[in-house]
């Protein structure tokens, strides 16, 4: 398998317009997970699904952030309208289970630049 | 808030000293998950923790985790420049969600 795809790697977008992040999860992991790293608050969850049912999203900041799962193997998190406060990398992560002796892998992250 | 402390918030050495980063929560945790990252890339899961007491090693990096489960520390023996990166602690605190915390990291460099 080749990991957790993130695209795209970088992403650079002007003050309100539409951001979409893309990610596909692991073949076979249950959970997906995204955070958000920055150098201010380190590496917070936004929102996490189970079988493509988003279970917590207390996490997401603002309703200007959206997610979805429509299937096992493709997750989006869109960011409408963007705002500079937005940069920061953002990170996709699936796993097999929940809890456990069991990692989350993630991906390599969309490093995201809002001017 | 950070409710998961690490320490220090980097740390700079030269090849082959040893080194040890801290996490430390004010709660008892369910896990702890340690993870490495470089510049630019995702994390690297290193080791889990789940016991009160337990210890873990891979090649030189070890991680204990201590007997009311709120501290861990993560040692590396005879640094190497490989070894160079962000090492983040991650708690499980054994919600109903699952939810992992993540400490703000220790920037480790390891100069030759």
């Known amino acids: 398998d080749a990991g957790v795809i993130q695209s795209p790697r970088h992403e650079v977008t002007e003050m309100g317009q539409e951001v979409t992040l893309r990610c596909k999860p692991i073949s076979g992991h249950d959970y997906l997970f995204w955070y958000r790293q920055t150098m201010m608050r380190g590496l917070e969850l936004l929102i996490y699904?189970?079988?493509?049912?988003?279970?917590?999203d207390s996490g997401m900041p603002e309703d200007r952030f959206s997610a979805k799962m429509p299937n096992a193997s493709f997750s989006t998190l869109k960011i409408q309208p963007s705002e500079p406060r937005d940069s920061a990398v953002y990170f996709c992560?699936?796993?097999?289970?929940?809890?456990?002796?069991?990692?989350?892998?993630f991906g390599q992250g969309t490093r995201l630049t809002v001017v | 808030s950070q409710e998961l402390e690490q320490s220090p918030q980097s740390l700079i050495v030269q090849e082959g000293k040893n080194l040890t980063i801290n996490c430390t929560s004010s709660k008892t945790l369910y896990g702890l998950y340690w993870y490495k990252q470089k510049y630019g890339e995702g994390l690297i899961f290193l080791m889990m923790l789940q016991k009160g007491g337990e210890e873990k090693s891979h090649e030189k990096i070890t991680a204990k985790l201590d007997e009311k489960k709120q501290q861990s520390s993560l040692h590396i023996t005879a640094s190497q420049p490989s070894h160079a990166g962000i090492y983040l602690c991650g708690a499980d605190r054994g919600s109903t969600l699952g939810r992992l915390y993540f400490g703000r990291g220790t920037q480790l460099t390891v100069w030759p």
């Open positions: 992560a699936s796993s097999p289970r929940m809890r456990g002796n069991t990692e989350a892998f």
């Open positions: 699904f189970n079988n493509n049912v988003p279970i917590d």
